[in-house]
């Protein structure tokens, strides 16, 4: 329950050609607090329910629950959420042992792309591809529970 991993930016949109899925994502916070989040996502056609705490210091590690709920569910929870839902594709590009999640932004966080890759402990290697940018990891303005309040539309670029 413990999750681990890095977060990078992505430098082009060469990823697209690698994924071997994508699905659409629209989620939405009941709680945003920096301590503990808990999210309501729709993938497609399911629905889940998901607690995360208080990231580590260095970003890397945080405790989270996943539960998967009906989309009726989360459709009626997502109206109960704090202002400000997240609309973004996720693409899945595998990469030797591990698995990147790129996430390409719409609407108030349109341009923004970020990849996630998950790992086994803090110091396990893997290979970067070569459309991964800067490490953003542990920076709280990318975390999707800030991207409601400050939307990506609203930073000085």
Same mark, same amino acid.
């Given at each position: 329950?413990?999750?681990?991993?890095? %977060?990078?930016?992505?430098?082009?949109?060469?990823? %697209?050609?690698? #994924?071997?899925?994508?699905?659409?994502?629209?989620?939405? !916070?009941?709680?945003?607090?920096? #301590? *503990?989040?808990? *999210?309501? *996502?729709?993938?497609? &056609?399911?629905?889940?329910?998901?607690?995360?705490?208080?990231?580590?210091?260095?970003?890397?590690?945080?405790? +989270?629950?996943?539960?998967?709920?009906? %989309?009726?569910?989360? $459709? #009626?929870?997502?109206?109960?959420?704090?202002?400000? @839902?997240?609309?973004?594709? *996720?693409?899945?590009?595998?990469?030797?042992?591990?698995? !990147?999640? @790129?996430?390409?932004?719409?609407?108030?966080? +349109?341009?923004?792309?970020? #990849?996630?890759? $998950?790992?086994?402990? $803090?110091? $396990?290697?893997?290979?970067?591809?070569?459309?991964?940018?800067?490490?953003?990891?542990? &920076?709280?303005?990318?975390?999707?529970?800030?991207?409601?309040?400050?939307?990506?539309?609203?930073?000085?670029?």
């Amino acid at each position: 329950m413990i999750e681990i991993e890095r %977060k990078f930016l992505v430098n082009s949109d060469a990823f %697209k050609t690698e #994924a071997y899925m994508s699905y659409s994502i629209k989620q939405g !916070f009941l709680n945003s607090d920096k #301590a *503990r989040t808990v *999210r309501v *996502r729709l993938k497609n &056609d399911k629905g889940y329910l998901t607690v995360k705490g208080k990231s580590t210091a260095n970003g890397l590690s945080r405790f +989270e629950w996943e539960k998967e709920i009906s %989309k009726s569910d989360a $459709e #009626a929870l997502l109206l109960l959420c704090e202002p400000g @839902i997240i609309d973004k594709t *996720r693409y899945e590009v595998k990469s030797n042992d591990h698995i !990147f999640e @790129i996430d390409e932004f719409y609407g108030d966080n +349109e341009g923004l792309i970020v #990849a996630e890759v $998950e790992l086994n402990s $803090e110091n $396990e290697s893997y290979k970067k591809p070569h459309w991964l940018g800067k490490e953003v990891t542990g &920076d709280l303005k990318y975390y999707n529970s800030l991207l409601i309040k400050t939307p990506y539309k609203l930073w000085k670029h």
